[in-house]
């Protein structure tokens, strides 16, 4: 069936470090969505990109959609142990109303 | 604004024992939908709704019905419960049409059956 996939599953990183996390559908997407959980939390919207190629910056946040609308990023520069939580994306698949979240990576950053 | 809120926070039940989670916003919003987080897994959608008296299946349906009498309200129910459907519960609520369909959740049920 149809799907957004998402790697890596977890990231270690030192602070400091940059981190990236690439989401993939099976589908072209009309948009795609990343949201941010911290431990013991509910996700929380983070952005929406809708065009092709589009790039979208949040202070040390970085999204990318793809050319084909079947892929994106999320680019963490220097983080920091508030970075630390679960990454998801979540795009609308087969003409749904409601978006299909990937499995979501976890970010684990070591002071 | 309360934005979206769901009760219990904590549950325990039985197999067979049949319960309501609770889910309300205050925001207007037409789309309210359920998911079930389990890990490794992600939140994956069991129903969803995107106006008063329309209610739909998502990925993961069974053992679980909806419905949406008000636009404000959209509980959950469990029927039989089993081991399986122990997770955390998210209720979410998003403005729907055409606008940015940011996804606004509730704090969480955590559930677990015996």
């Known amino acids: 069936g149809q799907q957004v996939m998402q790697i890596p599953q977890y990231q270690h990183v030192q602070e400091g470090e940059d981190f990236t996390t690439y989401c993939n559908s099976s589908t072209t997407l009309s948009n795609i969505q990343w949201y941010k959980q911290r431990p013991g939390g509910h996700p929380v919207f983070l952005i929406q990109?809708?065009?092709?190629?589009e790039v979208k910056k949040q202070k040390r946040l970085t999204f990318q959609f793809g050319e084909a609308k079947k892929n994106s990023s999320l680019h963490i520069t220097a983080t920091q142990t508030t970075d630390v939580g679960t990454y998801f994306c979540a795009g609308p698949l087969g003409g749904s109303y409601i978006p299909t979240f990937g499995r979501g990576t976890s970010l684990i950053v070591h002071p | 604004n309360a934005g979206v809120t769901q009760t219990p926070k904590f549950q325990v039940l039985k197999t067979g024992q049949s319960m309501t989670l609770q889910c309300a916003q205050d925001m207007n919003h037409e789309y309210m939908s359920w998911y079930r987080q389990d890990p490794g897994m992600g939140l994956r959608l069991i129903h969803y709704?995107?106006?008063?008296?329309?209610?739909d299946q998502g990925e993961v349906p069974n053992g679980y019905n909806v419905s949406r009498s008000t636009t404000e309200d959209f509980p959950l129910r469990l029927l039989s419960a089993a081991p399986s459907q122990t997770s955390v519960y998210f209720c979410?609520?998003?403005?729907?049409?055409?606008?940015?369909?940011?996804?606004?959740f509730g704090p969480g049920t955590r559930l677990t059956v015996l």
């Open positions: 979410a609520s998003s403005f729907g049409g055409n606008h940015i369909n940011e996804q606004f």
């Open positions: 990109l809708v065009k092709s190629g």
């Open positions: 709704s995107v106006g008063a008296g329309i209610t």
